[in-house]
């Protein structure tokens, strides 16, 4: 994953319809970031039940964990689990109901998704987008949807060896993760994205509040990619912290030692250069 699902980055509401912050030059709401060019305006998707429908008729059979709370005259949304090659991974799947969607307020969220600190791999077309928390993947949910794929903004840099990573402490589940940086930093406000990923809050205590993602991997290699992937973008920095078989993706760069010294991990970073 690249900068792996940020925290405080609260699931679009299914379509994506609201408006950006901030102001334009004459006081009033900022332009809309277009639809990129590349996205096709077909096919569109009734709704995101639809999108899964289309995965599974694909061989990307894609079990719903959680829905949105979004207004069905606007547009649905879901979370769902998909698993390739045996590699399970989700996927938030928003789709602006058919009759009613503007393209620009798509392609304002997409803008905003694919921008730091989210830096999302996205799969769009029509009227839906796809985030892929498993960037790897995304090719292959794009050919099953008939969209294209939208990475990060940002060029990507060349690999480049990563630290050598301590196998051990490992954990049982991300709760447990979660806890462990809690006691170092804090992790207010958990946000559940699936069985192995949470995001929270860090230095609500001290004042200082800024966002995390905690997320378990199967294995070093899947562990190794997702580290990999979220400092691969110019222009997009990063700290993390990671060992055995986790990763704690932090906002506030200024923690990467205190967190690794209090979870016995080492620090992988990157300053966007």
Same mark, same amino acid.
């Given at each position: 994953?690249?900068?792996?699902?940020?925290?405080?980055?609260?699931?679009?509401?299914?379509?994506?319809?609201?408006?950006?912050?901030?102001?334009?030059?004459?006081?009033?709401?900022?332009?809309?970031?277009?639809?990129?060019?590349?996205?096709?305006?077909?096919?569109?998707?009734?709704?995101?039940?639809?999108?899964?429908?289309?995965?599974?008729?694909?061989?990307?059979?894609?079990?719903?964990?959680?829905?949105?709370?979004?207004?069905?005259?606007?547009?649905?949304?879901?979370?769902?689990?998909?698993?390739?090659?045996?590699?399970?991974?989700?996927?938030?799947?928003?789709?602006?109901?058919?009759?009613?969607?503007?393209?620009?307020?798509?392609?304002?969220?997409?803008?905003?998704?694919?921008?730091?600190?989210?830096?999302?791999?996205?799969?769009?077309?029509?009227?839906?987008?796809?985030?892929?928390? =498993? %960037? /790897? !993947?995304?090719?292959?949910? &794009?050919? *099953?949807?008939?969209?294209?794929?939208?990475?990060?903004?940002? #060029?990507?840099?060349?690999?480049?060896?990563?630290?050598?990573?301590?196998? =051990? %402490? /490992? !954990?049982?589940?991300?709760? &447990?993760? *979660?806890?462990?940086?809690?006691?170092?930093?804090?992790?207010? #406000?958990?946000?559940?994205?699936?069985?192995?990923?949470?995001?929270?809050?860090?230095?609500?205590?001290?004042?200082?509040?800024?966002? *995390?993602?905690?997320?378990?991997?199967?294995?070093?290699?899947?562990?190794?990619?997702?580290?990999?992937?979220?400092?691969?973008?110019?222009?997009?920095?990063?700290?993390?912290?990671?060992?055995?078989?986790?990763?704690?993706?932090?906002?506030?760069?200024?923690?990467?030692?205190?967190?690794?010294?209090?979870?016995?991990?080492?620090?992988?970073?990157?300053?966007?250069?």
């Amino acid at each position: 994953m690249n900068k792996p699902v940020r925290a405080l980055f609260a699931v679009a509401t299914a379509v994506a319809l609201t408006s950006s912050c901030g102001v334009g030059e004459d006081g009033g709401p900022p332009a809309l970031v277009p639809m990129p060019k590349e996205v096709p305006t077909k096919p569109e998707y009734q709704d995101a039940d639809a999108v899964v429908r289309a995965l599974g008729t694909a061989g990307i059979p894609c079990k719903v964990l959680r829905r949105s709370p979004a207004d069905p005259k606007f547009g649905t949304g879901l979370d769902c689990r998909a698993e390739i090659k045996g590699t399970t991974f989700e996927n938030q799947i928003d789709v602006s109901n058919p009759e009613n969607y503007q393209r620009d307020r798509i392609g304002d969220s997409i803008a905003s998704r694919r921008k730091a600190p989210y830096s999302h791999t996205l799969v769009a077309a029509g009227n839906w987008y796809v985030r892929v928390m =498993e %960037p /790897r !993947y995304a090719p292959r949910i &794009a050919q *099953a949807l008939r969209g294209v794929v939208l990475r990060p903004e940002g #060029d990507k840099i060349p690999d480049y060896p990563l630290p050598s990573i301590p196998a =051990e %402490p /490992r !954990y049982k589940n991300v709760g &447990a993760l *979660a806890d462990a940086l809690d006691a170092a930093v804090g992790c207010a #406000d958990r946000k559940s994205q699936g069985s192995a990923v949470i995001d929270c809050t860090t230095g609500k205590k001290s004042g200082t509040p800024n966002c *995390a993602t905690l997320a378990l991997h199967a294995t070093p290699a899947d562990r190794d990619r997702t580290l990999r992937e979220a400092i691969a973008y110019k222009g997009v920095p990063a700290t993390l912290v990671t060992a055995g078989n986790w990763t704690v993706n932090l906002c506030d760069d200024g923690l990467g030692e205190r967190v690794a010294r209090a979870l016995r991990g080492r620090v992988v970073r990157y300053d966007g250069g």
